[in-house]
């Protein structure tokens, strides 16, 4: 016979013994037959003890039929004890009064969360009050409200199903063919947590590893943002680098050591050389080396206009056809606010591809020179248009006295002569407001000095009708 069929008859056998209600540990005996021991029971074989049975137990023969004898009567005797009437009333009684216990503790749990409810619900006034930094409220007396009895239902049912999930052993504990099912219910829990709690006894060597590497780092990102933070306010100065650049670069190296830092972590993660675990970072990383492509080349031009410096946040500057003051620049995208108040993001990529004017970068200091050109005829005496020009420019404001408005003639066309005002101005941000002025100027002071605008474009007919200069007391209406 094979091994499981020997097992099979023997288990078969010793079942027969326990069915039967007469059964004496007497009348189960150990008899010699010819080397080896038979278990017999009223004459009949139970099982045969031979010589390799007692070697693979590494015991003699002998010792090994008395200890299989023992054994098979023990488990007789206790099966035919528990399946007597007064055992199975026992377990009845058992039965019911766990369940009782259950519904009773279930009755309690439920009504303890319900006067729980109540009492945080009539104390709410007292309990909560708004948690608010400054202007900004992170949750209301309401919403934490909900929040605490969102967690008291949710306590609730975790001691329910606990309390569900302990009365099922004790069930199914009380009969003798359900034990071995409750010892698996507890094993179900019971072993994750072993493993659970094994597994962190020895990650904790690595565990530590981790936290010292994240507090030196975490030190030293400190330490470089006080020392980037004293170049910005420029109370520390080094030669070719400008306080403006203290910030970007600072962010830079803060990136360069957070993954640096995630490099010297990375081999003490759990789970971190098995195969898995490689390919799900491999898969990461090829996606966002496909999807960001276009943020990258971005950041990329971020970079370099920092530290190329064409504008800083307040400048009145022009990309392309947009013109208006910075609010805001990032590594991915600079926005411009116009004199309209039209917000326009353009991505850094498309600033650093184009040409920037700065209208502000001198202004304070030298002075932005606004320009305007008029064009008058070959009649009027040049001397005499250069110093209404510049009496138009010095009446407007913003207009700087000092360095003093001048005029140059760009061209001497055909039919008339183009004049250039320039004048200084350190309101950068003012520059439509100071054209409009000076426009407004410029007719008003050729009026007075009887000069005629007339070019570009412009036709007249000289038979008696009145010239083009509007008359002195007619600016506003007759007689003002």
Same mark, same amino acid.
């Given at each position: 016979?094979?091994?499981?069929?020997?097992?099979?008859?023997?288990?078969?056998?010793?079942?027969?013994?326990?069915?039967?209600?007469?059964?004496?540990?007497?009348?189960?005996?150990?008899?010699?037959?010819?080397?080896?021991?038979?278990?017999?029971y &009223? *004459?009949?074989?139970?099982?045969?003890?031979?010589?390799?049975?007692?070697?693979?137990?590494?015991?003699?023969?002998?010792?090994?039929?008395?200890?299989?004898?023992?054994?098979?009567?023990?488990?007789?005797?206790t099966?035919?004890?528990?399946?007597?009437?007064?055992?199975?009333a026992?377990?009845?009684?058992?039965?019911?009064?766990?369940?009782?216990?259950?519904?009773?503790?279930?009755?309690?749990?439920?009504?303890?969360a319900?006067?729980?409810?109540? #009492?945080?619900?009539?104390?709410? !006034?007292?309990?909560?009050?708004?948690?608010?930094?400054?202007? $900004?409220?992170?949750?209301? =007396?309401?919403?934490?409200?909900?929040?605490?009895l969102?967690?008291?239902r949710?306590?609730?049912?975790?001691?329910?199903?606990?309390?569900?999930?302990?009365?099922?052993?004790?069930?199914?504990?009380i009969?003798?063919?359900?034990?071995? #099912?409750? @010892?698996?219910?507890?094993?179900?829990v019971?072993?994750?947590?072993? !493993?659970?709690?094994?597994?962190? #006894?020895? $990650?904790?060597? !690595?565990?530590?590893?981790?936290?010292?590497?994240?507090?030196?780092?975490?030190?030293?990102?400190?330490?470089?943002?006080?020392?980037?933070? @004293?170049? *910005?306010? =420029?109370?520390?100065?080094?030669?070719?680098?400008?306080?403006?650049?203290?910030?970007?670069?600072? &962010?830079?190296?803060?990136?360069?050591?957070?993954?640096?830092?995630?490099?010297?972590?990375?081999?003490?993660?759990?789970?971190?050389?098995?195969?898995?675990?490689?390919?799900?970072?491999?898969?990461?990383?090829?996606?966002?080396?496909?999807?960001?492509?276009?943020?990258?080349?971005n950041?990329?031009a971020?970079?370099?206009i920092?530290?190329m410096?064409?504008?800083?946040?307040?400048?009145?500057?022009?990309?392309?056809?947009?013109?208006?003051?910075?609010?805001?620049?990032?590594?991915?995208?600079?926005?411009?606010?116009?004199?309209?108040?039209?917000?326009?993001?353009?991505?850094?990529?498309?600033?650093?591809?184009?040409?920037?004017? !700065?209208?502000?970068?001198?202004?304070?200091?030298?002075?932005?020179?606004?320009?305007?050109?008029?064009?008058?005829?070959?009649?009027?005496?040049?001397?005499?248009?250069?110093l209404?020009?510049?009496?138009?420019?010095?009446?407007? *404001?913003?207009? *700087?006295?000092?360095?003093?408005?001048?005029?140059?003639?760009?061209?001497?066309?055909?039919?008339?002569?183009?004049?250039?005002?320039?004048?200084?101005?350190?309101?950068?941000?003012?520059?439509?407001?100071? $054209?409009?002025?000076?426009?407004?100027?410029?007719?008003?002071?050729?009026?007075?000095?009887?000069?005629?605008?007339?070019?570009?474009?412009?036709?007249?007919?000289?038979?008696?009708?009145?010239?083009?200069i509007?008359?002195?007391?007619? &600016?506003?209406? =007759?007689?003002?």
């Amino acid at each position: 016979m094979t091994p499981d069929d020997r097992a099979k008859r023997i288990t078969q056998r010793v079942n027969n013994l326990a069915e039967n209600d007469r059964y004496s540990s007497d009348s189960l005996k150990i008899e010699e037959v010819e080397g080896s021991f038979d278990l017999t029971y &009223n *004459e009949q074989i139970i099982i045969t003890i031979t010589a390799s049975d007692a070697k693979y137990y590494d015991a003699e023969p002998l010792e090994l039929a008395q200890r299989s004898r023992e054994i098979i009567d023990s488990y007789v005797l206790t099966y035919q004890k528990e399946n007597t009437l007064q055992a199975w009333a026992i377990r009845l009684g058992l039965t019911i009064a766990a369940l009782l216990t259950a519904i009773a503790i279930f009755f309690l749990v439920q009504k303890g969360a319900s006067k729980m409810i109540d #009492w945080v619900t009539n104390r709410r !006034n007292v309990l909560f009050k708004n948690l608010a930094y400054r202007s $900004y409220t992170y949750l209301t =007396e309401e919403q934490e409200l909900n929040l605490v009895l969102q967690l008291i239902r949710i306590f609730k049912w975790f001691v329910i199903l606990v309390i569900l999930y302990l009365l099922l052993p004790v069930l199914f504990s009380i009969f003798p063919m359900s034990r071995d #099912w409750s @010892e698996a219910i507890l094993e179900l829990v019971l072993r994750p947590i072993r !493993n659970v709690l094994h597994s962190t #006894w020895v $990650y904790l060597p !690595n565990l530590f590893s981790i936290l010292v590497i994240i507090i030196f780092m975490r030190y030293l990102i400190r330490f470089t943002k006080f020392v980037f933070k @004293e170049i *910005e306010a =420029e109370k520390l100065e080094i030669n070719g680098f400008h306080s403006d650049w203290a910030m970007p670069t600072y &962010n830079i190296v803060r990136f360069l050591l957070f993954a640096f830092t995630l490099i010297l972590v990375f081999p003490y993660l759990p789970g971190s050389d098995s195969e898995i675990f490689k390919g799900v970072t491999v898969f990461v990383g090829i996606l966002f080396s496909l999807g960001s492509s276009t943020a990258v080349t971005n950041m990329i031009a971020g970079l370099v206009i920092t530290y190329m410096r064409p504008f800083k946040p307040g400048d009145r500057i022009k990309i392309a056809d947009v013109s208006g003051d910075v609010i805001e620049k990032t590594l991915l995208v600079t926005r411009i606010k116009t004199i309209k108040n039209e917000i326009i993001t353009i991505p850094n990529a498309s600033v650093l591809n184009g040409n920037t004017v !700065n209208y502000s970068q001198q202004a304070e200091h030298q002075g932005l020179i606004l320009h305007t050109t008029i064009t008058l005829g070959y009649d009027l005496s040049w001397r005499k248009v250069h110093l209404t020009l510049i009496n138009a420019a010095l009446a407007t *404001e913003f207009v *700087e006295q000092e360095p003093k408005p001048y005029v140059l003639q760009t061209s001497l066309d055909d039919f008339y002569v183009s004049y250039q005002l320039n004048a200084y101005t350190r309101q950068a941000s003012k520059q439509a407001l100071v $054209y409009s002025e000076l426009h407004k100027n410029i007719q008003d002071f050729c009026r007075d000095a009887d000069i005629e605008i007339m070019s570009p474009h412009y036709r007249a007919n000289r038979d008696g009708s009145d010239i083009t200069i509007p008359a002195k007391d007619l &600016n506003i209406g =007759e007689g003002s």
